[in-house]
């Protein structure tokens, strides 16, 4: 089984940053990719950034050139570096994990969400 935490969230003038860590805990046969979500209220939940197991990463339009996603080499923790605050970053931000048990079923986990409010 797989647990993960995140933290890091708080609150933040517009034009700061705040970076977002999540530690996995438990062990998966294989990972896909690690991603950070994120859910404004009143809106769909969508995917922020993503790395994959051999460190490709890819990013929404929205945060492309002020998130970074990074991670030790095994993701055993997955950071979220956001410079550049928008009010319209403010969302419960989700970690998830996505990989493969051994009998090559798919399976996902997600953390509980830590919020990040940017203030005007």
């Known amino acids: 089984q797989v647990h993960l935490v995140e933290s890091g969230g708080g609150l933040v003038q517009a034009g700061g940053s705040l970076r977002l860590s999540c530690a996995r805990s438990g062990s998966i046969f294989s990972i896909t990719s690690m991603g950070w979500y994120r859910q404004a209220p009143g809106k769909e939940r969508e995917l922020v950034a993503r790395?994959?197991?051999?460190?490709?990463?890819n990013y929404a339009d929205s945060v492309k050139g002020r998130f970074t996603i990074s991670g030790d080499n095994a993701l055993n923790t997955v950071y979220l570096q956001m410079s550049s605050l928008k009010p319209e970053d403010t969302a419960v931000y989700y970690c998830?994990?996505?990989?493969?048990?051994?009998?090559?079923?798919?399976?996902?986990?997600w953390g509980q969400g830590t919020q990040v409010t940017v203030s005007s």
């Open positions: 998830t994990i996505s990989g493969r048990r051994y009998s090559g079923r798919n399976i996902d986990y």
């Open positions: 790395i994959t197991g051999g460190g490709s990463t």
